[in-house]
T-cell receptor, first 114, second 113 residues
Framework: KQEVTQIPAALSVPEGENLVLNCSFTDSAIYNLQWFRQDPGKGLTSLLLIQSSQREQTSGRLNASLDKSSGRSTLYIAASQPGDSATYLCAVSMANQAGTALIFGKGTTLSVSS | DAGVIQSPRHEVTEMGQEVTLRCKPI?????LFWYRQTMMRGLELLIY????????DSGMPEDRFSAKMPNASFSTLKIQPSEPRDSAVYFC???????????FGDGTRLSIL
């Protein structure tokens, strides 16, 4: 059974720092991996999606990498801002389910202070 | 563009009552997903539909839970009878096709007293 783990559970940094959020998964037979952001009382916003054949994806100050063989992904946030404060969730879909249902980690709650 | 729309946003009801949660997916999306989020278990898939047909309901916790998708623009998740342990945030999401990004609604925060 696939398990997705995110470390750390919480992170506090001063504004301007570059930071890395970690995600690991136990079964490497994934279809793709997605990073989401969740603000309090809100739904999830998709940030980046990496297909299993890709190594990384970039969007603005965000860069996500994928090492499928080792079961790891990282989300790099450059020059963090207070507006980046949120919970970041990593989720994988499985190849044997043709990339449909997502299996989530429990998230990393990020706080960026000004 | 309208995103995924869920209603109600909040629901408080007493144990034993029937609860119906509603979802309108993004137009043109073929996949619809229902998830539940709790502090203990995080986000878990309950059921998903493809072209209005239920594909995988293995995450539905008990027979008290049922979901329908009568047409491409509407889905319901029903709990009958409700129990306090059903208290959670229920999310609906949709995607254009398999393997594409899932777009989430703002969720329904359900409290069963």
């Amino acid at each position: 059974k696939q398990e997705v783990t995110q470390i750390p559970a919480a992170l506090s940094v001063p504004e301007g720092e570059n930071l890395v959020l970690n995600c690991s998964f136990t079964d490497s037979a994934i279809y793709n991996l997605q990073w989401f952001r969740q603000d309090p009382g809100k739904g999830l916003t998709s940030l980046l999606l990496i297909q299993s054949s890709q190594r990384e994806q970039t969007s603005g100050r965000l860069n996500a990498s994928l090492d499928k063989s080792s079961g790891r992904s990282t989300l790099y946030i450059a020059a963090s801002q207070p507006g980046d404060s949120a919970t970041y969730l990593c989720a994988v879909s499985m190849a044997n389910q043709a990339g449909t249902a997502l299996i989530f980690g429990k998230g990393t709650t990020l706080s960026v202070s000004s | 563009d309208a995103g995924v729309i869920q209603s109600p946003r909040h629901e408080v009801t007493e144990m034993g009552q029937e609860v119906t949660l509603r979802c309108k997916p993004i137009s043109g999306h073929d996949y619809l997903f229902w998830y539940r989020q709790t502090m203990m278990r995080g986000l878990e898939l309950l059921i998903y539909f493809n072209n209005n047909v239920p594909i995988d309901d293995s995450g539905m916790p008990e027979d008290r839970f049922s979901a329908k998708m009568p047409n491409a623009s509407f889905s319901t998740l029903k709990i009958q009878p409700s129990e306090p342990r059903d208290s959670a945030v229920y999310f609906c999401a949709s995607s254009f096709s398999k393997g594409q990004p899932q777009h989430f609604g703002d969720g329904t925060r359900l409290s069963i007293l």
